[in-house]
């Protein structure tokens, strides 16, 4: 069935690094992929999205391309900032409307 | 406008009572999803409504489990004889289609759910 694979936490960086978070997914057909974000205390909230091959989501400094050829969909920043602080959530689109989370990776940012 | 709301925000019960959450979701959203956030098994999806039906109940972790959804919006997630491995964060979302591929959900704060 589809799942989803992304790396797991907690990752922690400095403040100005570069963030990279991979997501792998297996799934029939082309689904759409997401990434959510929960921060402390908060509700989910989506992030970005792409909806089909080469296409690239990006959202406050994030990005992240749809790649057939891996079946990936890798989240990437070039400068976190402390106010990045979030669990972070790979998500594809089930059959029913539904989403199909990975674990979640948890990024620390320190100043 | 008002996003998805749920209540109780927390419940705490014991174990083998009966509990009811409740999901409201935006107005004017067709689409409305519950899934559960536990440590051990991350964000698993429960049961879709699209309207007032059901599809596909499957994904339901026992028979314990039952939901509804009334006048095409707000929905109830029904627990019975509270077990603790029920223990979890359950969660609400609604989007204004059905279709996965186009349609962003939008989540709301969730009701921790406790049974000691």
């Known amino acids: 069935g589809n799942s989803v694979t992304q790396m797991e936490g907690p990752v922690t960086l400095s403040e100005e690094a570069f963030l990279t978070i991979n997501c792998t997914y297996t799934a029939t057909g082309y689904p759409s992929l997401f990434w959510y974000v929960q921060y402390p205390g908060e509700g989910l909230q989506l992030l970005l999205k792409a909806t089909k091959a080469d296409d690239k989501g990006s959202n406050k400094g994030f990005e992240a391309t749809y790649r057939k050829e891996t079946t990936s969909f890798h989240l990437e920043k070039g400068s976190v900032q402390v106010s990045d602080s979030a669990v972070y959530f790979c998500a594809l689109g089930g059959s029913q409307g539904n989403l199909i989370f990975g674990k979640g990776t948890k990024l620390s940012v320190k100043p | 406008g008002a996003g998805v709301s749920q209540s109780p925000s927390n419940k705490v019960t014991e174990k083998g009572k009966d509990v009811e959450l409740r999901c409201d979701p935006i107005s004017g959203h067709t689409a409305l999803y519950w899934y559960r956030q536990s440590l051990g098994q991350g964000l698993e999806f429960l049961i879709y409504?699209?309207?007032?039906?059901?599809?596909?109940k499957s994904g339901l972790p026992s028979d314990r489990f039952s939901a509804e959804r009334t006048g095409g919006s707000v929905s109830t997630l029904t627990i019975q004889r509270t077990q603790q491995e029920d223990s979890a964060v359950y969660l609400c979302?609604?989007?204004?289609?059905?279709?996965?591929?186009?349609?962003?959900?939008?989540f709301g704060p969730g009701t921790r759910l406790t049974v000691l």
């Open positions: 409504f699209q309207g007032n039906s059901a599809p596909d």
């Open positions: 979302a609604s989007s204004f289609l059905s279709s996965g591929r186009e349609d962003t959900q939008y």
